[in-house]
């Protein structure tokens, strides 16, 4: 199993990217996906979940700016990430496990590399 995750940069707030993590080897349409993040000296958050069935669900801090779609023919989940913050400035990960642990943030499956968002003030 494979989690390619892509799409970061460097942007100025108020700007936008999409992230995208295209997933191989396993049953795609059958997983719930998330998005993580995780910066220097802080544990791996929450961003964005959506089901396999296409309900999503949201930080708080990303309520409103952030949204998580999904193809099932392209086995890949996105992130679009719009009127971006300095503090959304991290490492993204995309992830699939089903939704409860993906909430918890536990024993999650599988995880992808890792791609690096960085806003500037």
């Known amino acids: 199993v494979q989690l390619q995750a892509s799409g970061g940069g460097l942007v100025q707030a108020g700007g936008f990217l999409r992230l995208s993590c295209v997933a191989t080897g396993l049953t795609f349409s059958s997983y719930d996906m998330g998005w993580f993040r995780q910066t220097p000296g802080k544990q791996r958050e929450l961003v964005a979940v959506?089901?396999?069935?296409?309900?999503?669900n949201y930080a708080d801090s990303v309520k409103g700016r952030f949204t998580i779609s999904r193809d099932n023919a392209k086995n890949t989940v996105y992130l679009q990430m719009n009127s971006l913050k300095p503090e959304d400035t991290a490492v993204y990960y995309c992830?699939?496990?089903?939704?409860?642990?993906?909430?918890?943030?536990?024993?999650?499956?599988?995880w992808g590399q890792g791609t690096l968002v960085t806003v500037s003030s």
């Open positions: 959506i089901t396999s069935g296409g309900s999503t």
């Open positions: 992830a699939a496990d089903y939704w409860a642990n993906l909430v918890r943030g536990a024993s999650i499956g599988y």
